[in-house]
């Protein structure tokens, strides 16, 4: 019988030595935990406005794309690509005064348009790109120089003597 007792004696002075470990652990796994799942989180995020990014100035280059290119003055050529700007920046070609950035922090001057021309003068395609946008991620900033760049041939109408209204 002193074989059993000494056996338990022994089992309750090596839980007495290991008590607090698991509290130890939690604390340390939990810490690892919340800064895998926020370095998740902040990847995911920048990720996910990149990805509308795209698609704003996919849509944007499409419209300039199909849109009549006037070019009546060089005043009816940047009014054109204002419009094409504020197509990426706001989803409306005339936004009204309240419109908001369809992208935080996104202005139509970070959106850079360029007309590809033929020998002729003729549109042949259009290059969008943007400059300068910083996604402001949860503990870090990521910034975006002339990315995301797009280039869709000119499909629309070349009216060289109309004026842009």
């Given at each position: 019988m002193s074989g059993a007792f000494q056996t338990r004696s022994r089992q309750r002075k090596q839980r007495s030595t290991q008590r607090g470990h698991a509290m130890l652990e939690l604390a340390i796994c939990a810490g690892v935990l919340v800064m895998f799942l926020s370095g998740i989180f902040q990847f995911g995020y920048t990720l996910y406005l990149y990805n509308r990014l795209v698609t704003v100035?996919?849509?944007?280059?499409?419209?300039?794309a199909q849109r009549t290119y006037r070019a009546a003055s060089q005043r009816d050529i940047e009014r054109?690509?204002?419009?094409?700007?504020?197509?990426?920046?706001?989803?409306?070609?005339?936004?009204?005064?309240?419109?908001?950035?369809?992208?935080?922090?996104?202005?139509?001057?970070?959106?850079?348009?360029?007309?590809?021309?033929?020998?002729?003068?003729?549109?042949?395609?259009?290059?969008?790109?943007?400059?300068?946008?910083?996604?402001?991620?949860?503990?870090?900033?990521?910034?975006?120089?002339?990315?995301?760049?797009?280039?869709?041939?000119?499909?629309?109408?070349?009216?060289?003597?109309?004026?842009?209204?």
């Open positions: 100035v996919g849509n944007g280059a499409r419209y300039a054109g690509n204002a419009a094409i700007r504020n197509m990426v920046v706001y989803g409306d070609p005339q936004p009204t005064p309240e419109s908001q950035p369809i992208l935080p922090h996104l202005d139509p001057h970070q959106v850079e348009v360029n007309w590809v021309k033929a020998d002729d003068g003729v549109p042949s395609a259009v290059d969008l790109t943007v400059r300068n946008y910083t996604v402001d991620a949860v503990f870090r900033s990521f910034s975006f120089d002339g990315r995301p760049s797009i280039e869709f041939p000119y499909v629309g109408r070349y009216a060289p003597q109309e004026r842009e209204p």
